[in-house]
């Protein structure tokens, strides 16, 4: 999710609640639905904000890879982050219309929420994130006027 503040776009980063110090986009699974449904919807549900308009979307632009003890840990003995292995990601870039909108993050997901220049974008996530944000970035400054 994106706004625009004082002429500079920002993106909206939400940190994880486990492993703390973990900043990323706001993310989930498409459960069968459009890229666009699935990411407003996903958006709404991460953020509570209902008024957003969709500039862009990025099909199958990355693809997880992860390793062993990569960036979550490990649960009972299995590291979290391997069932997503080979899973392609999509984005959205969907604009916050109303910047007055509170935002209500899941507590259950995440730990907190922060706006941060989208040229900050690719240095300010996580760095097993990444990869997938300089995708993201050059995306959207192309879809972004």
Not at 18 to 30: A, E, Y
Not at 69 to 89: A, E, L, V
Request: aromatic share 10%.
């Amino acid at each position: 999710m994106v706004r625009k503040n004082n002429n500079i776009w920002e993106a909206l980063l939400v940190e994880r609640t486990d492993p703390r110090g973990h900043w990323q986009i706001p993310q989930g699974g498409t459960d069968g639905e459009s890229v666009e449904k699935a990411g407003l919807r996903e958006l709404r549900e991460e953020t509570g904000v209902k008024n957003l308009a969709v500039h862009g979307i990025l099909k199958k632009a990355f693809k997880y890879r992860f390793i062993q003890n990569d960036y979550r840990g490990i649960t009972k003995g299995t590291p979290k982050h391997f069932d997503y292995c080979g899973q392609k990601q999509s984005f959205l870039i969907a604009e916050m219309l109303n910047p007055e909108e509170e935002i209500k993050i899941n507590f259950w997901d995440h730990a907190a929420w922060r706006f941060v220049p989208l040229e900050k974008l690719v240095e300010e996530v996580h760095p097993v994130r990444r990869e997938a944000m300089e995708k993201v970035l050059n995306f959207a400054k192309k879809v972004l006027k």
